[in-house]
T-cell receptor
Framework: QKEVEQNSGPLSVPEGAIASLNCTYSDRGSQSFFWYRQYSGKSPELIMF????GDKEDGRFTAQLNKASQYVSLLIRDSQPSDSATYLC?????????????FGKGTSLLVTP | GAVVSQHPSRVICKSGTSVKIECRSL??????MFWYRQFPKQSLMLMAT?????????EQGVEKDKFLINHASLTLSTLTVTSAHPEDSSFYIC????????????FGNGTRLTVT
């Protein structure tokens, strides 16, 4: 069983702070890594993806990947109350469109005003 | 960006009836589509992989005769929940990836199924 592990939270941060979300995965053959945000009752929406070791920045979001440690993280700078949601880490063992994503259980983030 | 459309968004049916859910990729062709299910406060669980022109691949524990999948064209996959029971009540979400390396999974808006 390919595992994707996340702390379920809730993670509570004050508005304007940095939220740090972590994810580990068990399959060393994993190639692509994704972060999705899911609001209650809605389907997931893509935040960003990463497939090379290091950092990738997109606006207030930074994804970090360390394949040796099998670890991927998401940093949210200047957190806003609207960022309050469940963040899902997803991993794909293949790079092409025929591979499904394996999801973690998600981390609930609460940004307090 | 890539758009996946799913219909209906919400359905309530009586136990024993069948429900069909449609999933369309609007601006790209999807040889493969994926059906996920999510119970309250749980993660997304892959049910099956839908393949255009061939049989779907079901995950362990998912009954293929109960959850019928038809991938009739490169832009349409359907999931039919046959003889639905209250325990089938869940959030069903279809998804697809564009045919390029490391493309992300794009999700439909999901279908909230309630079986009474």
């Amino acid at each position: 069983q390919k595992e994707v592990e996340q702390n379920s939270g809730p993670l509570s941060v004050p508005e304007g702070a940095i939220a740090s979300l972590n994810c580990t995965y068990s399959d060393r053959g994993s190639q692509s890594f994704f972060w999705y945000r899911q609001y209650s009752g809605k389907s997931p929406e893509l935040i960003m993806f990463i497939y090379s070791n290091g950092d990738k920045e997109d606006g207030r979001f930074t994804a970090q990947l360390n394949k040796a440690s099998q670890y991927v993280s998401l940093l949210i700078r200047d957190s806003q109350p609207s960022d309050s949601a469940t963040y899902l880490c997803a991993v794909s063992v293949g790079s092409n469109s025929g591979y499904a994503l394996n999801f973690g259980k998600g981390t609930s983030l609460l940004v307090t005003p | 960006g890539a758009v996946v459309s799913q219909h209906p968004s919400r359905v309530i049916c009586k136990s024993g009836t069948s429900v069909k859910i449609e999933c369309r990729s609007l601006d790209f062709q999807a040889t493969t589509m994926f059906w996920y299910r999510q119970f309250p406060k749980q993660s997304l669980m892959l049910m099956a992989t839908s393949n255009e022109g061939s049989k779907a691949t079901y995950e362990q524990g998912v009954e293929k005769d109960k959850f019928l999948i038809n991938h009739a064209s490169l832009t349409l996959s359907t999931l039919t929940v046959t003889s639905a029971h209250p325990e089938d009540s869940s959030f069903y979400i279809c998804s697809a990836r564009e045919d390029r390396a490391n493309s992300p999974l794009h999700f439909g808006n999901g279908t909230r199924l309630t079986v009474t």
